[in-house]
């Protein structure tokens, strides 16, 4: 059995695609990191092409109805699952009949809408857990870490809730930044990161809201592991509350 090894990209993903296409194979396994290869696999590396991939996306996008379109998108999303196989997949169905997309029961799609329903529900957690500090040129700026790369709609959630705000999104975990600048939004690598300086203010209201916490516990009712169950440990890295 083959095993294709792509650099884990959507454009690489998309080659993986468009080669299976172009030479008619059957793709059972699609990995992205090489320690995944097995033993006796027969390995076909997938060198990326920004020009097939391309194609293959503006084709999808051209047969797909936009929410399938969507859902391709948000499961890439999922960097940290292997995905690969299923989205393939569905990908395969969906260029053949788009009606089958609609079927739940069938194991592909269940798997697809599964892992979309949990890229969502650590989405919509993470909306509250972010915890911006302003720095000393007034931006706005904050750190994350997630099993799961939320950018793109933690960045749009957050230019409607700070309208007229410049800030940055990091995520330490990917090197990677949603930054908004002015009317502009858009998401960076980041190769070399030094600790920004915070504005003179900062301190203070962080020390606030750290009392603010305190104050609001009642010690006779005190539960931690119903806290814990909240607010998860994996949350609390960059809350200032927990800091």
């Not at 940055?168 to 949603?178: P, V």
Request: glycine share 4%.
């Amino acid at each position: 059995m083959s095993t294709y090894l792509y650099d884990g990209s959507f454009e690489g993903f998309l080659s993986v695609v468009y080669y299976s296409y172009r030479y008619k194979v059957n793709v059972t396994k699609i990995i992205k990191n090489p320690k995944d290869i097995d033993l006796l696999d027969e390995v076909v590396e997938i060198q990326t092409n920004s020009a097939r991939a391309q194609k293959v996306y503006m084709r999808i996008v051209q047969k797909f109805q936009k929410r399938y379109v969507e859902k391709i998108l948000q499961v890439f999303l999922c960097d940290t699952r292997d995905f690969e196989k299923a989205l393939y997949a569905y990908i395969v169905l969906g260029f053949r009949d788009q009606r089958v997309l609609e079927n739940i029961n069938h194991p592909t799609i269940y798997a697809i809408e599964k892992l979309v329903s949990e890229y969502f529900r650590h989405l919509h957690k993470m909306y509250g857990f972010i915890r911006f500090v302003e720095l000393e040129d007034g931006l706005l700026y904050a750190k994350l870490e997630g099993k799961f790369n939320l950018l793109p709609y933690l960045g749009k959630h957050f230019v409607k809730r700070l309208d007229g705000y410049d800030f940055i999104l990091h995520d330490t975990q990917r090197a990677l930044a949603y930054v908004q600048n002015k009317e502009e939004g858009s998401i960076h690598m980041i190769s070399d990161f030094e600790e920004p300086t915070y504005a003179p203010s900062e301190a203070k209201f962080q020390k606030l809201w750290k009392t603010f916490f305190r104050s609001v516990l009642v010690q006779e009712r005190k539960n931690l592991k119903l806290q814990q169950s909240w607010v998860p440990l994996h949350y609390r890295k960059y809350m200032t509350e927990f800091r």
